[in-house]
């Protein structure tokens, strides 16, 4: 599977459009974890690999080379890091969890 860009068809999108570009980015299994994990500071891959529940090392790579070609995450001397757009992106997820904590309570609340 070919790393999602703008201007070429995504899931979803004959011409690849930016919000479907990402949303195929993002719907990648454990694309959004990388991201999430990475939103608390960089990571070696070791450490990464081990806060997202041990993802397979083959899949891992494949998601941070995905994301690196997005320009989401960099690599630096203590490991991967988000750049900018991947720092905006990651606040734009905090309302997300946010709405999910709360929607959560109410799950649990109701049961």
Excluded: H, K, N
């Amino acid at each position: 599977m070919s790393t999602p860009a703008v201007g070429r068809p995504v899931r979803g999108s004959r011409t690849g459009r930016p919000i479907m570009v990402l949303l195929d980015a993002l719907g990648r299994r454990w694309a959004l974890r990388v991201l999430w994990e990475l939103a608390g500071g960089p990571r070696s891959f070791r450490a990464l690999r081990q806060a997202s529940d041990d993802v397979s090392p083959s899949v891992l790579s494949a998601r941070l080379a995905e994301l690196r070609a997005l320009g989401l995450v960099e690599t630096g001397r203590t490991g991967y890091r988000l750049t900018r757009d991947g720092d905006a992106l990651g606040r734009l997820m905090q309302p997300l969890d946010r709405w999910a904590s709360r929607w959560a309570r109410r799950r649990l609340r109701d049961t």
